[in-house]
């Protein structure tokens, strides 16, 4: 039988209790790694797959589609596109704003002898072929026949013989009545264009022929005017404002 000392036992108290305190550390250690492991568990449950949109940069401006006249040049852009996870929050429901805008250009006037745009559009079929042969083409106007579209910018041709017709889509650019102003085709629709040059424009002339003006600019003039010359040449009666 082996006897222990009192300094023998003290140590190994101590060894023990060492042990002791160092299991329940690595216990609580451990305890710690699960909470925290099955906390980011969880908010890895919590996240949620939504999908952002966003605008891309915009293209450069297209081609003018007149080299005179009044043409139309575009510019675009895209709506893009991600899905990802995000701990809390919604999808957005789309990009906001335009996709796609537009601008006049080469204003000009064409040469009065030129072709028009119609003109030049109808004949961009001669150097097609319908059935087996070519035929010469040209513009029909609302005057030279019964409408059969009310669209403006439905370009309606015919052969010179007046044996065949067709119907496309006007280009962007080709000159329109919009209501009792004028307007371009843009995308198969007549847009106004208004007094102050602006594609989209809602600005009209007043009475006195101002740009929004409040047609305060001008008077009504009435009356007879008599008044015999004693000489001959040119007489100046009055100068008026001409009215719109």
């Given at each position: 039988m082996?006897?222990?000392?009192?300094?023998?036992?003290r140590?190994?108290?101590?060894v023990?209790?060492g042990?002791?305190?160092l299991t329940?550390?690595v216990?609580?250690?451990?305890?710690?790694?699960?909470?925290?492991?099955?906390?980011?568990?969880?908010?890895?449950?919590?996240?949620?797959?939504?999908t952002t949109?966003?605008?891309?940069?915009?293209a450069?401006?297209t081609?003018c589609?007149?080299?005179?006249?009044?043409?139309?040049?575009?510019?675009?852009?895209?709506?893009?596109?991600?899905?990802k996870?995000?701990?809390?929050?919604?999808?957005?429901?789309?990009?906001?704003g335009t996709a796609?805008?537009?601008?006049?250009?080469?204003?000009?006037?064409?040469?009065?002898?030129?072709?028009s745009?119609?003109?030049e559009?109808?004949?961009?079929?001669n150097?097609?072929?319908?059935?087996?042969r070519?035929?010469?083409?040209?513009?029909?106007?609302?005057?030279?026949?019964?409408?059969?579209s009310?669209?403006?910018?439905?370009?309606?041709c015919?052969?010179t013989?007046?044996q065949?017709?067709?119907m496309?889509?006007?280009?962007?650019?080709?000159?329109?009545?919009?209501?009792?102003?004028?307007?371009?085709c843009?995308?198969?629709?007549?847009?106004?264009?208004?007094?102050?040059?602006?594609?989209f424009?809602?600005n009209?002339?007043?009475?006195?022929?101002?740009?929004?003006?409040?047609?305060s600019?001008?008077?009504k003039?009435?009356?007879?005017?008599?008044?015999?010359?004693?000489t001959?040449?040119?007489?100046?009666?009055a100068f008026i404002?001409?009215?719109?």
């Amino acid at each position: 039988m082996r006897v222990w000392s009192w300094e023998q036992f003290r140590e190994t108290g101590v060894v023990l209790l060492g042990f002791l305190t160092l299991t329940m550390s690595v216990g609580n250690l451990s305890t710690r790694g699960l909470q925290e492991e099955g906390a980011a568990s969880n908010s890895l449950e919590d996240q949620q797959e939504v999908t952002t949109y966003w605008w891309g940069e915009w293209a450069k401006w297209t081609a003018c589609t007149r080299t005179c006249g009044g043409g139309v040049m575009s510019q675009e852009r895209h709506c893009l596109k991600q899905r990802k996870k995000v701990t809390a929050g919604k999808d957005n429901m789309t990009c906001t704003g335009t996709a796609k805008k537009y601008h006049l250009c080469n204003s000009v006037d064409c040469p009065a002898s030129g072709r028009s745009f119609r003109e030049e559009q109808c004949w961009s079929f001669n150097s097609q072929r319908y059935s087996g042969r070519n035929y010469l083409w040209k513009p029909l106007y609302p005057d030279d026949y019964v409408h059969i579209s009310s669209n403006p910018c439905d370009l309606h041709c015919t052969t010179t013989d007046g044996q065949r017709q067709l119907m496309v889509m006007a280009r962007d650019g080709t000159s329109c009545k919009y209501s009792s102003y004028r307007g371009v085709c843009v995308e198969g629709t007549c847009e106004p264009i208004g007094c102050d040059g602006v594609l989209f424009s809602s600005n009209t002339l007043d009475k006195c022929g101002v740009c929004q003006g409040d047609g305060s600019s001008c008077s009504k003039v009435t009356g007879n005017f008599r008044r015999g010359a004693t000489t001959l040449g040119e007489l100046l009666w009055a100068f008026i404002p001409y009215l719109i």
